[in-house]
């Protein structure tokens, strides 16, 4: 069965930078797997960040990318706020209509 | 402005039958797939169910297949889930959210519905 990794916990000081990556258990994640990355505070609807691999969603700011890193999908937060401190999903289109969630990251900004 | 709004979760049994509604404004709901997302307490997201913008296509994660029910009413601007031999696992707050199947993620998303399965 294929699972969506992600790291579980990632910790980065204020003004600093973190790559969250999204890996596929089967093997490498590529574009035509349209990753794409969704941030949610406690008690709040999931808020897209990231599509289409590197793609940011409207109202997005540009401190946000996504790339492929090896055979990886990568969240990047340059100059990470306190704000920043939530969960961050990413999710694979693994074909014939599926969807898969990564399990999520909790990220801690101190 | 574009606008998902859940209603019809609440408590029920295991083996019980219950059926969420989204109602959508905002947008021309015709033209776009639709999809239900869930979440169980305490844990990450789920894709559940997709249904394109004609009804004519759906799918769904294999573990609620068969006892789930994706639908839409383009005239009511409304889309469904219809579940039913609901599980403990189940329980999750179900989220509606607007699918764009071009590059395939999530644009919009309703504030949720929590569906209890428990005795």
């Known amino acids: 069965q294929t699972v969506v990794t992600q790291e579980a916990s990632f910790s980065v000081s204020p003004g600093g930078t973190v790559t969250l990556t999204c890996g596929l258990s089967?093997?490498?994640?590529?574009?035509?797997?349209?990753p794409s990355w969704y941030q949610q505070t406690p008690g709040q609807a999931p808020r897209a960040l990231i599509y289409?691999?590197?793609i940011r969603s409207s109202g997005v700011p540009d401190r946000f990318s996504g790339s492929i890193l090896g055979n990886k999908a990568a969240l990047t937060i340059t100059g990470a706020q306190a704000d920043d401190e939530c969960d961050y999903y990413c999710?694979?289109?693994?074909?014939?209509?599926?969807?898969?969630f990564g399990g999520g990251t909790k990220l801690t900004v101190l | 402005e574009v606008q998902l709004v859940e209603s019809g979760g609440g408590l029920v049994q295991p083996g019980g039958s219950l059926r969420l509604s989204c109602a959508a404004a905002?947008?021309?709901?015709?033209?776009?797939?639709m999809s239900w997302v869930r979440q169980a307490p305490g844990k990450g997201l789920e894709w559940v169910a997709n249904?394109?913008?004609?009804?004519?296509?759906?799918y769904y994660v294999d573990s609620v297949k068969g006892r789930f029910t994706i639908s839409r009413d383009n005239g009511k601007n409304s889309l469904s889930l219809q579940m039913s031999s609901l599980r403990a696992e189940d329980t999750a707050v179900y989220y509606c959210?607007?699918?764009?199947?071009?590059?395939?993620?999530?644009?919009?998303w309703g504030q949720g519905t929590l569906v209890t399965v428990s005795p």
């Open positions: 959210a607007r699918y764009e199947s071009a590059l395939k993620w999530w644009n919009y």
């Open positions: 905002g947008f021309t709901f015709g033209d776009y797939w």
């Open positions: 249904i394109r913008h004609d009804g004519n296509e759906k």
């Open positions: 089967s093997g490498s994640v590529s574009t035509t797997n349209y």
């Open positions: 289409g691999t590197n």
């Open positions: 999710v694979l289109y693994l074909g014939d209509g599926m969807r898969l």
